[in-house]
C-alpha cells in the first residue's frame, strides 16, 4: 500500500503545474469566483508575483518546481486546516504534498462562498 501512495504522489508531484491550475480556475468560476481571486490565494501561499506566477505557468513547470522555486511559503500557511478528499491537511507529512493540499482547501473554500479575507488567515 505505501509504495502505491508513493508511486501516486510522485505521479502528481511531476505533472504540470499549468495543468492543474485551470481546474482550480473552473472550480471557482462555476461557483461565481474569479480567476483573480485563485491567482490571489496561490500568490498569497506561494509568495510568488504575478509576474512570476504567470512565468511558471508559461514555463510548464511541475509542482515540485513550482513549489520548490516559489519564493516563500506563507508563514500562516499552518493555519490552514480541515479535510480535502477526504485527508486532513494538517494531518499530511509530506510538505510538498501538504502545499497541494493547502491550495486545494484554499479553492474550495472559496468556491464553497467564503470570503477571501477569511481564507487568508
Known amino acids: 500500500m505505501q509504495d502505491s501512495k508513493k508511486s501516486r504522489n510522485e505521479r502528481i508531484y511531476k505533472m504540470p503545474f499549468s495543468s492543474v491550475y485551470p481546474l482550480l480556475v473552473q472550480k471557482a468560476e462555476r461557483k461565481g469566483r474569479t480567476k ?7 500568490c498569497w501561499l506561494t509568495g510568488y508575483d504575478m509576474n512570476g506566477l504567470q512565468t511558471q505557468l508559461l ?7 513550482f513549489y520548490s522555486q516559489a519564493p516563500q511559503i506563507n508563514p500562516n500557511a499552518n493555519k490552514i486546516t480541515g479535510v480535502i478528499c477526504g485527508i486532513h491537511v494538517e494531518k499530511i507529512e509530506e510538505p510538498l504534498m501538504q ?6 482547501k484554499m ?11 477569511k481564507i487568508l488567515r
Open 99 to 104: 502545499n497541494i493540499r493547502r491550495l486545494d
Open 36 to 42: 483573480e481571486e485563485v491567482d490571489t490565494l496561490i
Open 107 to 117: 479553492v474550495d473554500e472559496l468556491a464553497r462562498g467564503k470570503a477571501l479575507e
Open 59 to 65: 514555463a510548464n513547470v511541475s509542482h515540485e518546481t
